[in-house]
T-cell receptor, first 113, second 115 residues
Framework: AQSVTQPDIHITVSEGASLELRCNYSYGATPYLFWYVQSPGQGLQLLLKYFSGDTLVQGIKGFEAEFKRSQSSFNLRKPSVHWSDAAEYFCAVGGNRDDKIIFGKGTRLHILP | DTAVSQTPKYLVTQMGNDKSIKCEQNLGHDTMYWYKQDSKKFLKIMFSYNNKELIINETVPNRFSPKSPDKAHLNLHINSLELGDSAVYFC??????????????FGAGSRLTVL
């Protein structure tokens, strides 16, 4: 069965600092991987996705993520965070056989001024 | 024009009541979902419909009954509400079927509070 682990429940960084949010997945075949962001009181919005090809994927709002098959990881990065990046971030994994997409428990990002 | 719209946004009700949440998407997508987000922000899939046909039904109490009158609408009816049903319910849609290579478009959520 597929699963996603986000080991950090909360992360706090200073505005302008770099960011890395961790995600590890478990899936028996090639996974489809996603990062979504949820601002307070809002639904989730797709930041980026990995299906195949280049393992470094670029997304919206200056985010990128790197797929590392050997580590079963798909970590999200941003070189310089802005106060508006404060939100909940969810990593998700899907398989190639059905529509089920499983989400991690999320990481809440706090930004210090 | 909102792509995935849910109503109501907030719902406060007593234990034992029956309530419904409605969802509509104007994206032309074939697949629609209901997800439940608990107080710890954990997001769990409940149901998935493809063109009015139920394709994913997770271990959800049978008090929850989804209904899809057409591929643009997916409603969620909950009978005999319990305290543990308090959560935010998200509707989502996606263009593909039968694959996890699906980009989900979410609604803004419906916060259900059971007293």
């Amino acid at each position: 069965a597929q699963s996603v682990t986000q080991p950090d429940i909360h992360i706090t960084v200073s505005e302008g600092a770099s960011l890395e949010l961790r995600c590890n997945y478990s899936y028996g075949a090639t996974p489809y991987l996603f990062w979504y962001v949820q601002s307070p009181g809002q639904g989730l919005q797709l930041l980026l996705k990995y299906f195949s090809g280049d393992t470094l994927v670029q997304g919206i709002k200056g985010f990128e993520a790197e797929f590392k098959r050997s580590q079963s990881s798909f970590n999200l990065r941003k070189p310089s965070v802005h106060w508006s990046d404060a939100a909940e971030y969810f990593c998700a994994v899907g398989g190639n056989r059905d529509d089920k997409i499983i989400f991690g428990k999320g990481t809440r990002l706090h930004i210090l001024p | 024009d909102t792509a995935v719209s849910q109503t109501p946004k907030y719902l406060v009700t007593q234990m034992g009541n029956d309530k419904s949440i409605k969802c509509e998407q104007n994206l032309g997508h074939d697949t629609m979902y209901w997800y439940k987000q608990d107080s710890k922000k954990f997001l769990k899939i409940m149901f998935s419909y493809n063109n009015k046909e139920l394709i994913i039904n997770e271990t959800v109490p049978n008090r929850f009954s989804p209904k899809s009158p057409d591929k643009a609408h997916l409603n969620l009816h909950i009978n005999s509400l319990e305290l543990g049903d308090s959560a935010v319910y998200f509707c989502a849609s996606s263009p593909l079927t039968g694959t996890g290579a699906n980009v989900l478009t979410f609604g803004a959520g419906s916060r259900l509070t059971v007293l």
